[in-house]
């Protein structure tokens, strides 16, 4: 019974020492020096693949920026420092995702839904203080 406890013993060493060169492997090749660390997150990612989709620039989307008083150049400017709420999302809606995404505070925020398509985005309907009738 002594032998099995100094096997298990050693053999448990050995992988706790793989394990932490292991880390310190990943680390060094990895996540050093990086500050992009964020983007690895799902939130992160989606504003990601907006800003790189092209707008859309149909009839709808360009009423819901003229109702807020914006350009979709100054929406795409606020949008890192924007919330995805996946409660409110549907990303896996077919045939087109589309995010629910909330500018501000609790007190003063606004909150849209983007349509993404292929390789385009495009505003579905905005929830802000004044009203606008966008069809």
């Known amino acids: ?4 406890k ?4 050693r053999r448990l060493r050995f992988y706790l020492i793989g394990l932490g060169l292991g880390t310190l492997i990943a680390w060094g090749m990895l996540w050093r020096g990086r500050n992009d660390l964020p983007g690895f997150w799902p939130q992160q990612q989606i504003k990601d693949e907006i800003s790189r989709a092209y707008f ?5 989307s360009l009423c819901f920026f003229d109702c807020l008083g914006t350009a979709p150049k100054a929406w795409m400017d606020a949008l890192p420092e924007a919330q995805v709420v996946f409660s409110k999302s549907e990303p896996r809606r077919s045939p087109y995702r ?3 995404i909330q500018y501000g505070g609790p007190q ?3 909150a849209s839904i983007v349509e993404l398509r292929d390789s385009t985005w495009a505003l579905v309907h905005i929830e802000a203080s004044g009203t606008c009738f966008c069809e």
Do not use: E, I
């Open 56 to 60: 859309a620039g149909d009839s709808l």
């Open 6 to 9: 100094k096997g298990f013993g």
């Open 98 to 100: 589309r995010y629910y």
């Open 108 to 110: 003063d925020s606004s």
């Open 1 to 4: 019974m002594a032998g099995w």
